[in-house]
């Protein structure tokens, strides 16, 4: 599908949909359960939500992943394929349960440093996510491991040094991508420098502008220059772009600069909006209208569906109220519609044939091959 017909399909489905549809299409959602709840399946059929993001609460076994991706899937209409997402970064953030194929830590692959290899593994990683239903990896992270003080980065970043970050970080989205998933990297503009968990409080960065452009924001750059299918904002205040909110929250950082001055055409998803940066410093509602004011796409709440209803009720109430905010509604679900309409989920049809991919000899190769070469102090 070419640009004008992604746009000319993406304003006709739009026409169809209610101003709540329209809402809708900016949430993802995370639940509690190892089942997809009654409410969500029918909050996904109404078309009031984009998607949903998994967590290993979610994912016992493979049985039930596949079980869950595959009722996501079935609750949505046809049209409104869904954002079907799990942080499958690698090393310490992977969400998936054996025999799911897991990269090993960023940090080992920045060592490694072999652009063909984190490809095919990204790949090989990509096929068996496709498998179990997946459409979207909130991978890679392209940090800058620029503080060794740094609670939440450390071995989730490639490297220290920024250019092989953006080399190691774009390989893993091309893999991603060729293996038929969404890529999305984080954490824009960059989470390496903070003393602080974003899970926990409100982190802030005092880099000069100069020093963000020669560290923090040199693979986010790359990563613009290559398209990259999405970026996940960071709930980070960077006193040199913008002091008096945090990325997230940024019309500065998102809409002016990356929009702008870059020229991102691609998803911007917010960072969970129920994190400690932002629960403990905003209210839920207002911060999810604050997030696509400032330019997001999609807004993660990942925890509870009851504060996924209530963002909706935010982003319908200002919607009627403000004109302007209406247009950044429409705009948001253009593009996350056209997202997921290009990249649906896939599930196998059976579970058997899910078991084949991820026990089949190919992808099993190129794992080994980053065993035997993995430094043994990573």
Request: aromatic content about 4%; overall charge negative.
């Given at each position: 599908?070419?640009?004008?017909?992604?746009?000319?399909?993406?304003?006709?489905?739009?026409?169809?949909?209610?101003?709540?549809?329209?809402?809708?299409?900016?949430?993802?959602?995370?639940?509690?359960s190892?089942?997809?709840?009654?409410?969500?399946?029918?909050?996904l059929a109404?078309?009031?939500?984009?998607?949903?993001?998994?967590?290993?609460?979610?994912?016992?076994t493979?049985?039930?992943?596949?079980m869950?991706?595959?009722?996501?899937?079935?609750?949505?209409?046809?049209?409104?394929?869904?954002?079907?997402?799990?942080?499958?970064?690698?090393?310490?953030?992977?969400?998936?349960?054996?025999?799911?194929?897991?990269?090993?830590?960023?940090?080992?692959?920045?060592?490694?440093?072999?652009?063909?290899?984190?490809?095919?593994?990204?790949?090989?990683v990509?096929?068996?996510?496709?498998?179990?239903?997946?459409?979207?990896?909130?991978?890679?992270?392209?940090?800058?491991?620029?503080?060794?003080?740094?609670?939440?980065?450390?071995?989730?970043?490639?490297s220290?040094e920024?250019?092989?970050?953006?080399?190691?970080?774009?390989?893993l989205?091309r893999?991603?991508?060729?293996?038929?998933?969404?890529?999305?990297?984080?954490?824009?503009?960059g989470?390496?420098d903070?003393?602080?968990?974003?899970?926990?409080?409100?982190?802030?960065?005092?880099?000069s502008?100069?020093?963000?452009?020669?560290?923090?924001?040199v693979?986010?750059?790359?990563?613009v220059?290559?398209?990259?299918?999405?970026?996940?904002?960071?709930h980070?205040?960077?006193?040199?772009?913008d002091?008096?909110?945090?990325a997230?929250?940024?019309?500065?950082?998102?809409?002016?600069?990356?929009r702008?001055?870059?020229?991102?055409?691609g998803?911007?998803?917010?960072?969970?909006?129920?994190?400690?940066?932002?629960?403990?410093?905003?209210?839920?509602?207002?911060?999810?209208?604050?997030?696509?004011?400032?330019?997001?796409?999609?807004?993660?709440?990942?925890?509870?569906?009851?504060?996924?209803?209530?963002?909706?009720?935010?982003?319908?109430?200002?919607?009627?109220?403000s004109?302007?905010?209406?247009?950044r509604?429409?705009?948001?679900?253009?593009?996350?519609?056209?997202?997921?309409?290009?990249?649906?989920?896939?599930?196998?049809?059976?579970?058997?044939?899910v078991?084949?991919?991820?026990?089949?000899?190919?992808?099993q190769?190129?794992f080994?091959?980053?065993?035997?070469r993995?430094?043994?102090?990573?």
């Amino acid at each position: 599908m070419t640009a004008p017909e992604s746009t000319a399909f993406g304003s006709r489905l739009l026409s169809h949909l209610s101003l709540p549809q329209l809402c809708g299409q900016l949430i993802v959602v995370g639940f509690q359960s190892t089942d997809l709840p009654d409410e969500l399946a029918s909050d996904l059929a109404a078309g009031l939500r984009a998607g949903v993001i998994l967590f290993r609460r979610n994912t016992p076994t493979v049985a039930s992943t596949w079980m869950n991706c595959c009722r996501v899937l079935a609750a949505c209409d046809p049209q409104l394929a869904p954002l079907i997402a799990v942080d499958q970064e690698g090393g310490r953030v992977s969400r998936l349960p054996e025999p799911v194929r897991t990269l090993p830590s960023m940090r080992t692959l920045g060592c490694i440093d072999d652009v063909p290899l984190i490809e095919r593994a990204a790949e090989a990683v990509a096929t068996g996510l496709v498998a179990l239903g997946f459409n979207c990896n909130f991978a890679p992270v392209l940090d800058v491991d620029s503080n060794p003080l740094n609670p939440v980065i450390g071995d989730r970043s490639f490297s220290s040094e920024p250019h092989q970050v953006a080399r190691c970080g774009l390989a893993l989205s091309r893999g991603l991508n060729r293996g038929g998933v969404i890529a999305c990297g984080k954490h824009f503009p960059g989470h390496g420098d903070t003393l602080h968990d974003s899970h926990v409080q409100l982190p802030r960065v005092e880099r000069s502008l100069d020093e963000l452009q020669q560290t923090e924001l040199v693979p986010f750059r790359e990563a613009v220059a290559q398209s990259i299918d999405a970026l996940m904002t960071a709930h980070v205040v960077y006193s040199a772009l913008d002091p008096s909110a945090p990325a997230t929250l940024s019309r500065a950082i998102i809409t002016e600069l990356l929009r702008s001055q870059w020229g991102y055409q691609g998803l911007v998803i917010s960072d969970d909006l129920e994190m400690g940066a932002i629960g403990q410093n905003y209210n839920l509602q207002s911060s999810a209208v604050e997030a696509i004011r400032a330019g997001c796409d999609l807004v993660l709440v990942c925890h509870s569906t009851q504060a996924a209803s209530q963002v909706l009720d935010a982003l319908v109430n200002e919607a009627e109220c403000s004109p302007e905010f209406c247009d950044r509604v429409y705009e948001s679900a253009r593009r996350s519609l056209l997202a997921r309409t290009r990249c649906p989920p896939r599930p196998a049809a059976q579970l058997t044939e899910v078991e084949a991919v991820l026990l089949g000899t190919s992808g099993q190769q190129v794992f080994d091959e980053i065993r035997r070469r993995s430094p043994p102090d990573t």
